[in-house]
């Protein structure tokens, strides 16, 4: 469990590396990419056996997909855009997340987000 930890370095990148590294996908920590938006596009997933869903919406969420919101939103003000795995979706259109570096600080904690959060740029979910 790494709930409550630091993984990596301790950025959002970092739990979505250890979670894409933990399911065969590419390794991304140390790639030299950094700006969590753009993780749908700056590997070749289908590689690995991924598939990348390009500005979805929150009804294409599913359990276990890799989101990533644009930089600019409530959750990730700034240019580098925001990662996270999420838990599940909900009937009210909410989804619960495991992300780092968010409100909680640089640990592996829970949340609940919604469709205003931020903008999604893409989902990458194993196949």
């Known amino acids: 469990k790494v709930l409550g930890t630091m993984v990596n370095n301790g950025q959002c990148y970092g739990l979505t590396a250890y979670y894409v590294q933990k399911l065969g ?6 790639s030299g990419k950094m700006y969590a938006w753009s993780i749908g596009t700056d590997y070749d997933w289908g ?6 869903k390009i500005d979805p919406s929150v009804k294409d969420l ?23 795995i999420v838990r599940g979706v ?28 931020a903008r999604i740029a893409s989902l990458v979910r194993k196949k």
């Open 90 to 117: 909900n009937k009210d259109g909410t989804f619960d997340t495991y992300e780092q570096n968010a409100e909680q600080g640089q640990i592996c904690a829970k949340y609940t987000r919604n469709a205003s959060s």
């Open 47 to 52: 590689k690995y056996g991924w598939e990348v």
């Open 25 to 30: 996908g590419p390794q991304m920590m140390g």
């Open 62 to 84: 599913k359990a276990g997909d890799v989101i990533n919101w644009y930089g600019g939103g409530a959750i990730s003000p700034g240019i580098y855009g925001h990662t996270g």
